[in-house]
């Protein structure tokens, strides 16, 4: 079972923009950790695999931003979901429009 996961976290409680920007780093860096080929967006991170460690990832990255100190967090979520493990990747999706990135 495949799955695609959009994650955009969003820490609460906090004082500014770095401290923003440093729990969302926390995040993310931890999100790699366990999707090297994780896609990093201005406003979500895709990951995509295995169904079940897409969820206990998700699941995850609310616990490292509360441990990194937001007192409260905001996530959204998009989920697809394949049983049938035929899933069109982020690659797939988005390789056209980011040909001549460096």
Same mark, same amino acid.
């Given at each position: 079972?495949?799955?695609?996961?959009?994650?955009?976290?969003?820490?609460?409680?906090?004082?500014?923009?770095? =401290?923003?920007?440093?729990?969302?780093? $926390?995040?993310?860096?931890?999100?790699?950790? $366990?999707?090297?080929?994780?896609?990093?967006?201005?406003?979500?991170?895709?990951? $995509?695999?295995?169904?079940?460690?897409?969820? $206990?990832?998700?699941? =995850?990255?609310?616990?490292?931003?509360?441990?990194?100190?937001?007192?409260?967090?905001?996530?959204?979520?998009?989920?697809?979901?394949?049983?049938?493990?035929?899933?069109?990747?982020? =690659? =797939?999706?988005?390789?056209?429009?980011?040909?001549?990135?460096?």
């Amino acid at each position: 079972m495949k799955a695609s996961v959009a994650i955009q976290l969003l820490p609460q409680g906090v004082q500014g923009n770095d =401290e923003v920007v440093r729990v969302v780093d $926390e995040v993310i860096a931890y999100i790699m950790s $366990e999707f090297p080929d994780a896609y990093v967006g201005p406003f979500e991170t895709a990951i $995509e695999g295995d169904y079940d460690h897409c969820m $206990e990832v998700l699941a =995850e990255c609310t616990r490292v931003a509360v441990r990194a100190g937001s007192a409260k967090v905001a996530v959204y979520s998009k989920i697809f979901f394949d049983d049938a493990d035929n899933l069109l990747t982020t =690659e =797939e999706k988005t390789a056209k429009y980011h040909e001549n990135d460096a």
